[in-house]
């Protein structure tokens, strides 16, 4: 076999592996059987081993290796080589016997800061914090290159091609103009009818969701709408991308959460299916993934237009409990603005003030400038800071998030990234596309074929920069989201900036 | 490694190999979006092919070559050696080649079968059963040891130590008292009030069937409940045993379908959980396992005691569907007798008539006396004899069952001796327990609990012939079944044999 052939090979088993791990995390997200937990835990481990033997076999390795020099190859297949190239070229930097250390590690670290944040107790997650995040720096050491230092080894994980340097700009523009507008906008007194804050029955709901999964077009043939604890997207290929959300009281719980993952997986449902197989199919970024997410659920779903097309069908689902709420009351209400403490309930206007506070942190953490001790100080002052709020305890405050304990460092200023993103992307797209047009005409085809040709086909064959520049001909800006924000809560709430 | 180890290192990988390929078909036939097929296969197959790898790696096979002359091995481990042994060498017996030309061709003969049965078309199908027949006594010429000879060879297949001569005796039996009880028993003629023959809500349906996976104590942390086209059971451990049902019309449907899959999965989820990561965990047999799904199924569910204790509930779920219902039409309508062509929508009197033509039919295959061509006939002839009518099409007669297609021969037999075992069992279990006392009082867990003392625990610990002789105190005795039969009957038609 010459080294393009040995490649294949191993490609397919690699993709095999893949689907069978994809396929029981979705299980065990939403339907699997308390007790198979250790049955499970067994057969994982094995499963990964075999994985990991596969992706490590010294004849892989070397036809990567090769090919990754071979200047013949049609374009597709180097970008594929280019991306193996790179993981593995890190697999290579950490000697095993600590990657598997920190792996046990953050096996263990989920459970105590699950615990730690039960009990509101950071003193009994600092020292498994500590271990992770001095994990996290010895890993960063051996991952360093010429070009990527520090944090920013982390920070292109998440987002290749955005460093330090680049966030710090884009944050800087959120602090000097959002910021000041967040605090005044927070001012405003909105009252809402008391209707709205009972509880919104479970069947009736689920009838709505599965009206807007028509809505939005995702497609059922190449998805599933499932439940679980928290939504989430999971796609193994273009033709297989689940999503999952789950039903709260709050009416705009489960609609906002199913639009937010419809997103995600329209995306990948729409990469060129030819990527099925190979390694490009999926999404390029986080970043990039949470542009679509931000921009199904909040420009389109939180717009009015689009409430003016589906609030007759919403209050046709609940006849009695919307009876009598009015089309520009229900239009408020999806766009509440309210400071509060919590990262996931936060609303788009203040989002990603909540992520800024958290890269301001891990940014201190990684250049020696704060110590894991005094992260509550930190959290609580950065809060009072830019939401103008202090938690009240830890459980609400920096024991919040999952993240850290997941060795996931870098990963959140993608989230403000991406609603960053798409309003860039929504401003490109409105001039091919009367945007709102086809929302009050119940067209979104029309929105998810521009997002096709200009974003989702790719794939995973454009890194994350380029593909913001082809698709709306300029890098990235962040004044188009801070104008977008601005423009839109001066007229639902009345105010000026 | 010595061999046991290397025996263990294998077993480890087999099992994993066997959870991924179970989760991937359990998703395929419950929620896999349709457009995901293609995908699918092709993960399918490099599983396979890597799990086969493993199953045949000459390692293992050294290994347990050598063990299974090891007599110091401590006994299940024994037996778990004596079973792999069995395996292995039957797939040592046939030439690899065709072993894959035979798995070709049924994947194909699924498919030519359905459109041949949708299409009524008896000699679309020909072909491809001839080819499937003679693969299936090429299969049988390579697998003939000096005990086991031609159809003998696929009956052990299915219910290891039946042979022909066994089932003649069985079906003999049935043949000469429960035919001609049957057809008398026919002649009845018996009413039932409207209201039951009304559609039946599913939500409502769905409710019920959650209340009884509490009756009969299936374990939920230990299992799941869900639809599908076709019920079944789906275990791969005792801690993960899954079922299906079919929500249809007919409120009859969906009740005694759970409960029969429930009798599947209680067998399993009751195995010794020592067992799980080894080859002994799940049943032993398919006539074992038959006779759990149908005890539940019949000997309980369908019950007078069954019905007094929870008709009441029914009537709460169904309102106004069953208020003019009375417990006693209620009974005798979960035991409609009804002579008809289709096995699957059979009724307990009748169901083993059916299986007896397949194997009368089958018999004859493979030992020369029937053409595949002459099949129809046959089937017609044989339906008229045992049960008195003659199928008015192909598509409701020899075409009906998707068994032979998938080269399924030797199966149907388990069926109707898994029923007569159920008798024989509730016979023995009635010695130590108040059986019906148990039923009336809401406590089928006593049952479960004898069950598993008696028949579960044991897992593939013993042969079905041992595992029967243990419980019951005597060999295989259809007397029970036909015995209970006719009292049955007896009493509900008011008959007399």
């Known amino acids: 076999m010459n080294h393009l052939e040995t490649y294949l090979a191993f490609r397919k088993k690699k993709q095999a592996y893949q689907y069978a791990m994809w396929l029981i995390s979705w299980d065990q997200e939403t339907e699997a059987p308390?007790?198979?937990?250790?049955?499970?835990?067994?057969?994982?481990?094995?499963?990964?081993?075999?994985?990991?033997?596969?992706?490590?076999?010294l004849s892989r390795i070397e036809a990567i290796d090769a090919l990754s020099q071979d200047q013949s190859l049609e374009d597709t297949l180097k970008r594929e080589i280019y991306l193996v190239k790179k993981e593995l070229d890190n697999i290579r930097k950490i000697p095993k016997k600590e990657f598997i250390e920190f792996q046990v590690l953050l096996s263990q670290a989920g459970q105590i800061w699950a615990e730690a944040r039960k009990n509101d107790d950071f003193e009994g997650f600092l020292p498994t914090l500590e271990k992770v995040i001095g994990f996290q720096k010895t890993m960063v050491k051996y991952l360093e290159t010429d070009?990527?230092?520090?944090?920013d080894v982390l920070l292109d994980m998440y987002e290749p091609g955005m460093k330090t340097k680049d966030y710090d700009q884009f944050f800087d523009t959120l602090r000097e103009k959002l910021v000041p507008f967040a605090k005044s906008a927070a001012k405003v007194k909105q009252t809402f009818p008391r209707a709205l804050k009972k509880p919104f029955d479970t069947e009736k709901q689920k009838a709505f969701n599965q009206y807007l999964t028509g809505v939005f077009n995702y497609n059922m043939d190449q998805g599933v709408l499932k439940e679980s604890a928290h939504p989430f997207t999971s796609g193994v290929a273009s033709v297989d991308t689940r999503i999952t959300t789950a039903y709260k009281p709050d009416l705009r719980s489960a609609i906002f959460s199913t639009i937010h993952e419809m997103g995600h997986a329209i995306y990948e449902q729409?990469?060129?299916?030819?990527?099925?197989?190979?390694?490009?199919?999926?999404?390029?970024?986080m970043g990039i993934h949470e542009s679509q997410s931000r921009l199904y659920e909040n420009m389109i779903a939180r717009s009015a237009s689009f409430w003016m097309t589906h609030y007759e069908k919403l209050q046709d689902t609940f006849k009695k409990e919307l009876k009598q709420v009015s089309l520009d009351d229900f239009i408020r209400y999806v766009n509440e603005v309210k400071l509060d403490f919590i990262r996931v309930e936060a609303d788009e206007l203040t989002y990603s003030l909540?992520?800024?506070?958290r890269y301001d942190i891990e940014k201190q953490l990684f250049n020696g400038k704060l110590k894991a001790k005094d992260l509550p100080k930190t959290w609580n002052k950065l809060y009072k800071s830019y939401l103008g709020i202090k938690p009240k305890t830890d459980q609400v405050g920096v024991l919040q998030d999952i993240h850290w304990s997941l060795g996931s460092f870098g990963y959140f200023p993608t989230y403000a990234l991406g609603s960053a993103i798409s309003a860039q992307l929504y401003h490109a797209m409105s001039k091919s596309i009367d945007i709102?047009?086809?929302i009050r005409q119940n067209e979104i085809v029309k929105i998810n074929e521009w997002l096709k040709t200009n974003i989702h086909q790719y794939g995973k064959l454009l890194e994350p920069k380029d593909l913001v520049f082809k698709a709306t001909g300029e890098a990235f800006n962040p004044n188009y989201y801070v104008d977008y924000l601005i423009k839109k809560y001066e007229?639902?709430?009345?105010?000026?900036?």
Chains 1, 2 share one sequence.
């Open 34 to 57: 308390k007790n198979a937990i250790d049955y499970r835990s067994q057969q994982i481990e094995v499963l990964s081993t075999l994985a990991y033997e596969v992706e490590t076999d």
């Open 270 to 285: 729409q990469v060129n299916p030819l990527y099925d197989e190979t390694e490009l199919k999926g999404g390029i970024s």
């Open 436 to 438: 709102d047009q086809a």
């Open 354 to 357: 909540h992520i800024m506070v």
């Open 491 to 497: 007229h639902i709430l009345g105010i000026k900036a």
């Open 147 to 151: 070009t990527l230092k520090g944090y």
